[in-house]
């Protein structure tokens, strides 16, 4: 009933750009701060980027300057522009969204089922 979907992955060269989009669907009341993570194999999950319902944005230092959140409230996404890109971006993008759905009509964490990026030459 409520999913949250990412899409706009790919492979890219270093230098390059990429936006991710990530849109909720289904009976939602609310969406709160939406996080886009990363995980590379072996590595531990990372937040990149946050943006609360309030458009008030936070970065991870390493991506900060070249990485943008933002989110379209009527059409329910989140998209995250990533500009200048390098190997060290490759992973796997994920998508967590806080939101009160009918269906759970309280304040939960939703997530997507991520979007593969890889940057390489």
């Known amino acids: 009933q409520v999913q949250l979907v990412e899409s706009g992955g790919g492979l890219v060269q270093p230098g390059g750009s990429l936006r991710l989009s990530c849109a909720a669907s289904g009976s939602i009341l609310v969406i709160n701060t939406v996080h886009w993570y990363r995980q590379a194999p072996g590595k531990q999950r990372d937040l990149v980027a946050s943006?609360?319902?309030?458009?008030?944005?936070n970065y991870l230092d390493s991506v900060r300057g070249r990485f943008t959140i933002s989110r379209d409230n009527a059409k329910n996404t989140v998209y995250l522009q990533m500009n200048s890109l390098k190997s060290e971006d490759t992973a796997v993008y994920s998508c967590n969204a806080n939101m009160v759905t009918i269906y759970r009509p309280y304040e939960y964490d939703y997530w997507g089922q991520g979007t593969q990026v890889t940057v390489s030459s």
């Open positions: 943006i609360s319902r309030g458009g008030t944005t």
